[in-house]
Every structure is written in structure tokens, then in C-alpha cells.
T-cell receptor, first 113, second 115 residues
Framework: AQSVTQLGSHVSVSEGALVLLRCNYSSSVPPYLFWYVQYPNQGLQLLLKYTSAATLVKGINGFEAEFKKSETSFHLTKPSAHMSDAAEYFCAVSDEGTYKYIFGTGTRLKVLA | EPEVTQTPSHQVTQMGQEVILRCVPISNHLYFYWYRQILGQKVEFLVSFYNNEISEKSEIFDDQFSVERPDGSNFTLKIRSTKLEDSAMYFC?????????????FGPGTRLTVT
């Protein structure tokens, strides 16, 4: 069965520093991959998605992620963290032919002034 | 911008009671979903719904759960006899069409606390 692993339940970075949130999936067949962000008391908002087009995907708020088949990874990055990036980030995967998402456990990002 | 809404934001109920969680999906969307997140655990898929019937469900979605689209705008999740382990955040989502590549739009969630 498909699974998603997010390393680091909590990540702290200084404002202006690089943000790197890790996501690995288990499927041997490239799936569809998503990153969602959840701000306090809000729903899950789509940051970006990979659907077998370009391996480097750009999303909203300056985030991007690179699909690496050889590493079964889809890590999320942002060159320079902003205080407003503090939130919980979820990686999700969906296989062809199914409607459901499989989520990782989430990573809570803290941005230090 | 259209968004998925959910009510209530927080529901407290006693074990054995029935609860109904409500969602209003985005108006032109056709596919609807429920997920839940037990505190400290992963967001888990419960069920997907299309054309007034369940299209897929997980092992979690047993006979005590049901879904309904009663009036063309609301999408509800009913838990017939709540258990302590049903305490979780429940998320509703919708998407404009099927297919794994189409993103799902999530609501803010309903926190269910069973005492």
C-alpha cells in the first residue's frame, strides 16, 4: 500500500533562512504528489502539486518542490523563510485510479525572528 | 474565492450519541470527501462520494458512519453511536472532477470530542 513519510514533525528556521521540509513516498510507480499548508484554525490549502509534468514544481508563496524518482522524494523548499510561513505542512500522494489522498504526518514549521 | 465550509467548528458529545458533521462544498464541485485526523496522527481518508453514492471508502468507514447529500448543497457525515476513539478533527473536501491529479479543496475542519 502507498505510504508517505515526512521526516521531522517540527522544524525551526530563522527568518530569511532556507526552508526544507522532507517527504518520501513508497510507490514504485510515480504517483501524484501534493503539498498542503494549514494555518491555525484554517483548512488545508494546496501549495503545489506534481502530476508527471515538470519535475520541479513551483507553488504559491515562493515554495517549490522537486520530484526525484530515484529517491522517491518530493521535498518542499523555500529560499527565504518569512514569519508568515509558520504553519503545518502536509505531503500527500494519490495513485492513478483512486480518489483518496494518503497523507504524511505533517511538519510544523516555526520561523524564528 | 469559493471555499469549503464546515459546521460546527467544535462538537462535544457523549459516548454513544449520534453526531452529524456538516459541510458545504464548493458549488460547482462534483466529488466530495471526508478525512479525519486523530490528534498527533496522520490525516486519514474516510470516504469519497459522487453522484449520490459512495465511490470509495476506507476500512475506518464502518457501519457506524454514513454520508449524505441531503439537499444539493450540504454534505454530511453521520456517526451513529460515537466512541471515545472517534475524537478527531474531521475534514471535508471537494474537487471539481475525478482523477487523482485534480486537487481537493479542504474545509477548516470540525473538531469532535467524545467524552
Amino acid at each position: 500500500a502507498q505510504s508517505v513519510t515526512q521526516l521531522g514533525s517540527h522544524v525551526s528556521v530563522s527568518e530569511g533562512a532556507l526552508v526544507l521540509l522532507r517527504c518520501n513516498y513508497s510507490s514504485s510507480v510515480p504517483p501524484y504528489l501534493f503539498w498542503y499548508v494549514q494555518y491555525p484554525n484554517q483548512g488545508l490549502q494546496l501549495l503545489l502539486k506534481y502530476t508527471s509534468a515538470a519535475t520541479l514544481v513551483k507553488g504559491i508563496n515562493g515554495f517549490e518542490a522537486e520530484f526525484k524518482k530515484s529517491e522517491t522524494s518530493f521535498h518542499l523548499t523555500k529560499p527565504s523563510a518569512h514569519m508568515s510561513d509558520a504553519a503545518e505542512y502536509f505531503c500527500a500522494v494519490s495513485d492513478e485510479g483512486t480518489y483518496k489522498y494518503i497523507f504524511g504526518t505533517g511538519t510544523r514549521l516555526k520561523v524564528l525572528a | 474565492e469559493p471555499e469549503v465550509t464546515q459546521t460546527p467548528s467544535h462538537q462535544v458529545t457523549q459516548m454513544g450519541q449520534e453526531v452529524i458533521l456538516r459541510c458545504v462544498p464548493i458549488s460547482n464541485h462534483l466529488y466530495f470527501y471526508w478525512y479525519r485526523q486523530i490528534l498527533g496522527q496522520k490525516v486519514e481518508f474516510l470516504v469519497s462520494f459522487y453522484n449520490n453514492e459512495i465511490s470509495e471508502k476506507s476500512e475506518i468507514f464502518d457501519d457506524q458512519f454514513s454520508v449524505e447529500r441531503p439537499d444539493g448543497s450540504n454534505f454530511t457525515l453521520k456517526i451513529r453511536s460515537t466512541k471515545l476513539e472517534d475524537s478527531a478533527m474531521y475534514f471535508c473536501a471537494s474537487s471539481p472532477t475525478s482523477g487523482s491529479s485534480y486537487e481537493q479543496y479542504f474545509g477548516p475542519g470540525t473538531r469532535l470530542t467524545v467524552t
